[in-house]
């Protein structure tokens, strides 16, 4: 067995993170696997134009909601506990005042989609989405507080939940015959689960008296301010949604150029092919970020390199085995009729490129975790311009094409990029190193 992977598991610290993605994980699998039982069932009901109208919805409320997420999170977790006491009550402005605005961004962009396809079935089902953003407030300072006590059972348990749920009911209301409803009901119903995880026996710290009178006129992005809080969260946000946009860029190119039955086969493939590893994947993101911002005897390049190879060890084993099985499984699970609509080679195709896809969440993580969010924002701008230049010409050639142009693109640039991120950080350390003797 050779030394690094012997040492991944003795590192006390990648314990901790192999506890927490463990929590993370397991929580996102049992989810996806009642979601599976329930994407069975809407793939036999729905209409790949159905799933088209679905993929807008959805993409639509991701890339609005992808600000809102670290916003206040990611500079709440890395403060000391006095600022962070201090900052709850700018941060919670900021959440309720984030979320009316997406609240209003959707809505008006319904009014736009509807026009643009010249179909009005988006307009209320946007709407009713919209109305998540308005929900989530009510815990967000809560699991910023959970992931600062590292409590990831918690925030497991709340993923878990309302991954059930939005099965359950998904699968119930298909069945019944809601249609889309279906699918966009739950994910607002079980917001209020996530919520109610959260916040369950969860006090959030209290400001002291003296504490007020010492900040009533603090100094300039003092730690707990509002405009500190921004400073620190707004670029993590953008450098989000870039990631965002470089996620689910495929879905708007795809819808603009071949239509809303193309966009309808290629979501049901992405889904049904990445959603359980995108799932681990983006657990691992979660857990990773607190990792790294919890001050250990070892150094931050040397968690990111060893969580690394903890996550590839985890992932490309079930991937691999995914894939290979997927000509079998895909025609008995979900019906013949997606593999005749040509989703068979864009399964298998997306797929494989979930092999990749764990070094961008941990470059993006170590990144951001390491103050370095301007270098992370202009590499996931870079890799969004480069997916939408070879999307845009592999259109022309159809959706294998696209599936085929995405996993090279991904297979190219995510490796090489964390392989200079990595050969950098050497560079650095290995030059500390040789100045140490001298200033001795």
């Not at 991904?410 to 490796?415: Q, R």
């Not at 050969?423 to 030059?431: S, V």
């Amino acid at each position: 067995m050779p030394n690094w992977f012997r040492s991944i598991f003795k590192s006390n610290s990648h314990q901790i993170l192999g506890k927490s993605l463990f929590w993370l994980g397991s929580a996102q699998i049992i989810g996806r696997v009642v979601r599976l039982v329930s994407s069975i069932i809407i793939a036999r009901l729905l209409t790949p134009e159905n799933f088209g109208e679905v993929a807008i919805i959805l993409t639509s409320f991701e890339l609005i909601s992808t600000p809102l997420r670290r916003l206040t999170t990611a500079p709440l977790v890395k403060l000391s506990d006095d600022d962070f006491r201090q900052a709850l009550t700018n941060a919670n402005k900021i959440n309720w005042l984030s979320s009316i605005a997406a609240f209003i961004v959707m809505s008006l962009l319904s009014l736009v989609l509807s026009h643009f396809y010249q179909n009005t079935d988006f307009v209320l089902p946007m709407i009713f989405m919209a109305c998540s953003y308005l929900i989530l407030p009510l815990g967000k300072l809560h699991v910023a507080f959970n992931l600062r006590q590292n409590r990831m059972r918690v925030v497991g348990r709340a993923v878990l939940w309302q991954t059930l749920l939005d099965g359950v009911f998904t699968a119930i209301l298909a069945l019944i015959g809601f249609g889309i409803w279906a699918i966009i009901i739950p994910k607002v119903l079980v917001t209020f689960v996530w919520v109610f995880i959260h916040t369950y026996k969860n006090p959030l710290p209290r400001q002291k008296t003296q504490e007020k009178k010492e900040y009533i006129n603090p100094p300039p992005l003092k730690a707990h301010s509002s405009n500190a809080l921004l400073k620190f969260g707004l670029p993590v946000s953008i450098s989000d949604i870039a990631l965002a946009a470089r996620q689910n860029i495929d879905y708007l190119l795809i819808g603009y150029f071949l239509g809303v039955e193309a966009l309808g086969i290629y979501f049901f493939a992405f889904n049904t092919s990445l959603g359980i590893s995108l799932g681990l994947i983006q657990s691992y993101g979660v857990a990773l970020y607190s990792h790294l911002c919890k001050p250990s005897e070892e150094s931050l390049h040397i968690k990111f390199q060893q969580s690394l190879k903890f996550i590839l060890l985890l992932t490309i084993p079930l991937i691999t085995l995914q894939a290979s099985l997927s000509p079998w499984y895909v025609p008995l699970i979900y019906g013949e009729k997606w593999v005749e609509a040509g989703a068979l080679p864009v399964f298998i195709l997306l797929c494989l490129s979930g092999l990749v896809r764990p070094l961008g969440e941990a470059a993006s993580q170590y990144l951001i975790s390491s103050g370095r969010t301007q270098l992370n924002l202009k590499a996931n701008l870079i890799l969004t311009l480069l997916l939408i230049i070879s999307i845009s010409f592999a259109s022309f050639w159809g959706l294998t094409a696209i599936a085929c142009a995405s996993l090279i693109c991904y297979c190219i640039t995510l490796p090489t990029f964390t392989y200079f991120l990595i050969k950098q950080q050497d560079k650095q350390t290995n030059a500390l190193k040789k100045e140490l003797p001298n200033d001795a």
